[in-house]
């Protein structure tokens, strides 16, 4: 399930990490831990596009892209980092969930 949260965050944005933490976040405390990391990641994500669409205005359009890249890769990161058991801690995330 932890690796879940990582893999659906790449999908689904902070959605799919909240649905799951929210459901198993009491079963398991490895679960809880990468539930919440991917939860605060997508979150960050989300604030990033948000700054990003308003700098279009600026015409720094690419920095959507770019963003997008960086979390496919570190949403990737996160994912085998899970299925093999390990924690993981995205490098760029706003702890707001702790």
């Not at 539930?35 to 989300?46: C, D, M, R, S």
């Amino acid at each position: 399930m932890a690796m879940l949260c990582h893999l659906l965050g790449i999908l689904t944005a902070f959605l799919g990490p909240l649905i799951i933490w929210l459901v198993k976040k009491d079963q398991s405390p490895f679960v809880d831990d990468q539930g919440k990391e991917a939860l605060n990641f997508q979150i960050t994500l989300v604030i990033a596009h948000a700054v990003a669409g308003a700098a279009v205005c600026l015409h720094w359009g690419i920095l959507n892209l770019a963003i997008w890249v960086v979390a496919l890769v570190f949403g990737i990161l996160g994912t085998m980092a899970a299925n093999r058991g390990e924690k993981y801690r995205y490098p760029i995330a706003l702890r707001l969930i702790k």
